[in-house]
Each structure stands twice: as C-alpha cells, then as structure tokens.
C-alpha cells in the first residue's frame, strides 16, 4: 500500500533559520513523484515543489528545496532563510499509481519574530 | 498560470437544504477533477474523482447519492451537497490535474467552507 507519514505535527523555528519538514513514504511502484503543498490559514493550497522519481539531482525552487533520499524513501523540504509568512501547514503527498494525491498527516510550521 | 474558480468561498446553509459548490478551470481544459474534504487541523480526504463526460468515483465511505458531483464539461465540475446536516459541515476543495504541466503539479481552488446549521 502507498503512504505518506509526516512524524512532525508542529514545528516552531526563528525567523530566518532554515527548516526542515520531514516525509518518508512507502510504495512499490517504481515511477512515481512527490509533491509539497503549503496550505495557509485561508485553506488555499499553494504547490511548491515536486520530485520525480527518477530525478537524479534534488528538486529546487528558490528557498524550497526537496532533500530526495530514494534508499531511504524520504523526501525532506528544506526552506531557506524561513520568513514570518512561512507559517502555515505543510502537506507532503505522492502521486499514486491512479493519478490521485495520497496525502501527509501535515506538520504546523510556526516562523517567530 | 493555470487557475481553478472555486465558488463559493464561504456558505452557511440550513439543515435539510442542499449546496452547490462550483469549480471552474479558467485557462485550461480540467479533464480529471479530484474532490476533497477537510476538517480541521486534518489532512485532506479524497472523496471523489471525477472525469469530464462520465460518473464520478467515489471513495469508499463516501455517499454518492449525498455527494452529487457533475463533470459535464471540460472547465466546470460541481459537488453538490444535498439534503445538508451539521455534520457534512467542513472545508471542501477541488483540484485539477496538470499531469501535462513540466512540475506535474495540481492546481487547488481556494476552498469552500460549508456551515450547516
């Protein structure tokens, strides 16, 4: 069965420290992505960032950065120089092998002044 | 880049009635739609997925005949909540796949927040 676990339920971090999101998953297709969802306290969904499977380098879009490890399964997002207006839910997810989204639990990052 | 119109974005509804929940791909052709329901401080729970011109398919648990979703065109799917109780109150999304996309990535309306009072 595919899943996503996100074993972080909340993290707090100071204001421009870097931070990192924890996601392992669990599947036995050979092709597949992951994805990183930012979700705000307006419930919007904000994509930002995606690995493919077989991506040799690790995905980067600007402070996101994806620490992809395929042997051990994690997919990590880093971000860079964390602002105030990083705070919100994050959602790892995995493309399944119908096209759905399996989703995370979901981590609470709180950025402090 | 690409949007999906979700409307409404707010809707208090009385028991009994039912709600219409709209979501439009503005700029480009939506051929498969994924719905989801959240409650809070949770993770998104698929409902159903829908494909333009065919019934949608429903996830286990998940009543279609309460749960009505129409995907009659390539831009416009809808979820219709009918006979609505306090307990289908929750946070409804859409999504659209861009599988076609170079980052493959969904694209999400903002949501509906359904009330039943």
């Known amino acids: 069965a595919q899943k996503i676990t996100q074993t972080q339920p909340g993290m707090f971090v100071q204001e421009k420290e870097a931070v990192t999101l924890d996601c392992t998953y669990d599947?036995?297709?050979?092709?597949?992505?992951l994805f990183w969802y930012k979700q705000p306290s307006s419930g919007e969904m904000i994509f930002l960032i995606y690995?493919?499977?077989?991506d040799e380098q690790n995905a980067t879009e600007g402070r996101y950065s994806l620490n992809f490890q395929k042997a051990r399964k994690s997919a990590n997002l880093v971000i860079s120089a964390s602002q105030l207006g990083d705070s919100a839910m994050y959602f790892c997810?995995?493309?399944?092998?119908?096209?759905?989204?399996?989703w995370g639990a979901g981590t609470k990052l709180i950025i402090k002044p | 880049g690409a949007v999906v119109s979700q409307h409404p974005s707010r809707v208090i509804c009385k028991s009994g009635t039912s709600v219409k929940i709209e979501c439009r791909s503005l700029?480009?052709?939506?051929?498969?739609m994924f719905w989801y329901r959240q409650f809070p401080k949770q993770s998104l729970m698929l409902m159903a997925t829908?494909?333009?011109?065919?019934?949608?398919?429903?996830e286990q648990g998940v009543e279609k005949d309460k749960f009505l979703i129409n995907h009659a065109s390539l831009t416009l799917s809808t979820l219709t909540v009918t006979s609505a109780h306090p307990e289908d109150s929750s946070f409804y999304i859409c999504?659209?796949?861009?599988?076609?996309?170079?980052?493959?990535?969904?694209?999400f309306g903002s949501g509906t927040r359904l009330t039943v009072v």
């Open positions: 999504s659209a796949d861009r599988a076609i996309i170079r980052n493959y990535g969904y694209t």
């Open positions: 700029d480009f052709q939506a051929t498969t």
């Open positions: 829908s494909n333009e011109g065919s019934k949608a398919t429903y």
């Open positions: 599947t036995s297709d050979q092709s597949y992505g």
């Open positions: 690995q493919g499977s077989y």
């Open positions: 997810a995995m493309r399944g092998s119908n096209y759905q989204l399996i």
